[in-house]
């Protein structure tokens, strides 16, 4: 039970760490060459609220990495996945609200 327990509490981390590795190429690679060569509302369609998203994930990778380095058990991930669900995730509420708007954008 306990070994399941870390590999989960590690898994969270290193998911995220891939998932903000994601935003960051999406928002230093695509995004600043889409913004030449497609519209505004196209750009905002496809790209609203992602900078926020990449914040509140920053946020939350830092403060699991900082539990990480106090220790490798992760004793703190809890209060951490409670307080940033109840800070910072209505971004992503936000965030999927708008993915209609993309899909159809894409299929222009």
């Known amino acids: 039970?306990?070994?399941k327990l870390q590999e989960a509490k590690f898994e969270i981390l290193?998911?995220?760490?891939?998932?903000?590795?994601?935003?960051?190429v999406?928002?230093?690679h695509f995004l600043p060459n889409l913004l030449g060569s497609a519209d505004d509302?196209?750009?905002?369609?496809l790209f609203s609220y992602v900078i926020e998203v990449r914040r509140c994930?920053?946020?939350f990778l830092s403060a699991l990495d900082e539990s990480w380095r106090t220790s490798y058990f992760l004793p703190g991930i809890?209060?951490?996945l409670s307080e940033h669900c109840e800070k910072y995730f209505s971004v992503y509420v936000e965030y999927c609200?708008?993915?209609?708007y993309q899909e159809k954008t894409l299929r222009k």
């Open 78 to 80: 809890l209060r951490i």
């Open 97 to 100: 609200t708008n993915q209609i």
């Open 41 to 45: 509302d196209e750009v905002t369609n």
């Open 26 to 28: 999406l928002t230093s």
């Open 57 to 59: 994930s920053e946020r």
């Open 14 to 24: 290193t998911s995220e760490a891939s998932y903000l590795k994601s935003l960051n």
């Open 1 to 3: 039970g306990e070994r």
